[in-house]
């Protein structure tokens, strides 16, 4: 089994190129399939959740042509299934945008129930009382979600909690539906609003993305685009908190600063310094840094997404820090973890109480999903000595090159596959 190898201790320093958004590319993917004509999409991150959806969808007969590692060329002219369950879709999220894709351009699909993460109770019973406002029937068996209808109609929906998943399922469904739907307490993520100008590209009429109230005036058919995915907040911002964690200086190359106003905010807090230019931002942390108290919201409040970076940073921090995370109940495990590591962290509920430690030091420890497996790995390039990452497969979900990009700035870390590896790399290291 893969494992990152890492010794901790340097200062990271260096300019590092943030990738296309994971969770703008897997939507834009699903939703190529809602036209018979050719989509182009670039800037699209060469991770493990993307390659499986676009596997899935090659399943069914979506073709599509590599044109370059960053950009796929799709079309859907000729599917052959609206039923999607093969083993590896059922491991991702994103695998239910193709039931609002196929839904709407379909009015029929069969979709596994979906995976991901493991961080908490992911339920979509707002994703099935938006389809069901707009005339589809929706039952779940056999493992899979199964929605069919005569027609779609536009709807009034009021989402009962904030959801990312759902906003985008409903408004792709309901792009195709006849009339108009209003989406009430709508995600206003980054991720939401990328996917919305990817529909309008293609003739959908879609206004209101980015705020919690989504008109959508449903169109007949939609065409092809050429479309390029928004920069990755959450990569971007595991990076500045790689700088906060090492005493390091780093400059986040192709991000656009508006959707890292959050992740700013509190790095300011803690005492790092932060530069922006129109699409750079460098962050420098020369002190211990200080405590603060984070709540994870929906966007733009501080993402959940980070909520793990920011923790290993605050457990290095002088004094005690607060940390609730309201969106999933489950996504303090990495916690363990970073107490082998000689963090002093209590987790009550969904509330960590921190109390800074002055260093971390090397351990062997195991990633429990995707961005707490990058926060370790933040937590060991700051610690001092040798640490080993294990389940290193939850990281290449959703961060490309990301030993590469971190050796770029200076990390020691290797990918290794045995002990024999770990005796190597510590012998070249000295
Ligand atoms: C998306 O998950 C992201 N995944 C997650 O990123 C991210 O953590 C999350 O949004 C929040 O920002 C993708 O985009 C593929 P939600 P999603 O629906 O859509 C509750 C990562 O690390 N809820 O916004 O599954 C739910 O239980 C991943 O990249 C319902 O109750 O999140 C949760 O408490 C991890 N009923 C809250 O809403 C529903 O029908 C937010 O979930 C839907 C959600």
Redesign the pocket.
């Known amino acids: 089994m893969d494992q990152y190898a890492i010794k901790g201790g340097n200062p990271l320093v260096g300019e590092v190129e943030i990738g296309g958004a994971?969770?703008?590319a897997?939507?834009i993917l699903a939703a190529s399939v809602m036209t018979d004509e050719t989509v182009y999409i670039d800037n699209m991150p060469d991770v493990r959740?993307t390659n499986v959806l676009l596997k899935a969808m090659a399943n069914i007969g979506v073709m599509q042509k590599r044109t370059g590692r960053h950009s796929v060329t799709l079309n859907a002219g000729n599917i052959n299934s609206l039923v999607v369950e093969d083993d590896n879709i059922k491991k991702?999220?994103?695998s239910y945008?193709l039931i609002g894709a196929m839904l709407g351009k379909y009015k029929h699909a069969e979709v596994a129930l979906?995976g991901?993460?493991d961080?908490?109770?992911?339920?979509?019973?707002?994703?099935?009382?938006g389809f069901r406002a707009l005339g589809a029937e929706v039952i779940i068996e056999y493992g899979l979600i199964k929605t069919k209808a005569e027609k779609l109609v536009g709807s009034h929906i009021y989402?009962?909690?904030?959801?990312?998943?759902?906003?985008?399922n409903v408004m792709m469904a309901a792009t195709l539906a006849e009339g108009t739907t209003i989406i009430e307490n709508a995600?206003k993520?980054p991720?939401v609003v990328d996917l919305a100008n990817f529909l309008n590209s293609m003739g959908a009429n879609i206004k209101g993305a980015g705020t919690d109230v989504i008109r959508i005036k449903g169109v007949e058919k939609l065409h092809g685009t050429e479309y390029t995915v928004i920069p990755d907040q959450?990569e971007a911002g595991t990076f500045m908190f790689a700088a906060a964690v090492t005493k390091g200086d780093i400059v986040v190359k192709n991000v656009i600063p508006k959707h890292l106003e959050s992740i700013v905010a509190k790095l300011i807090e803690i005492g790092c310094e932060v530069e922006e230019a129109d699409d750079w931002m460098r962050v420098v942390a020369t002190k211990r840094l200080k405590t603060t108290h984070v709540k994870t919201l929906?966007?733009p409040g501080f993402?959940?997404?980070m909520q793990p970076q920011i923790a290993v940073a605050l457990g290095l921090s002088q004094g005690t820090s607060i940390v609730t995370d309201t969106?999933?109940?489950n996504r303090f495990k990495y916690v363990d973890e970073l107490i082998r590591m000689g963090a002093n962290i209590k987790v009550e509920g969904t509330t960590a109480i921190i109390d800074g430690v002055e260093k971390y030091t090397g351990a062997t420890i195991s990633a429990p999903?995707?961005?707490a497996g990058a926060a370790l790995v933040l937590g060991a390039l700051s610690a001092e000595g040798y640490s080993v990452i294990e389940d290193i497969h939850y990281i290449e979900?959703?961060y490309e090159d990301f030993p590469q990009k971190l050796q770029s700035l200076g990390a020691q870390i290797e990918l290794i596959e045995s002990e024999r590896d770990l005796q190597k790399f510590k012998l070249k290291i000295g």
Do not use: W
């Open positions: 994971k969770n703008a897997l939507p959740d991702i999220r994103a945008y979906p991901g993460c961080i908490g109770c992911r339920a979509i019973d707002q994703h099935i009382k989402m009962d909690c904030v959801s990312v998943g759902a906003t985008i995600a993520e991720h959450i929906p966007y993402p959940t997404d969106i999933f109940e999903d995707l961005r979900r959703g």
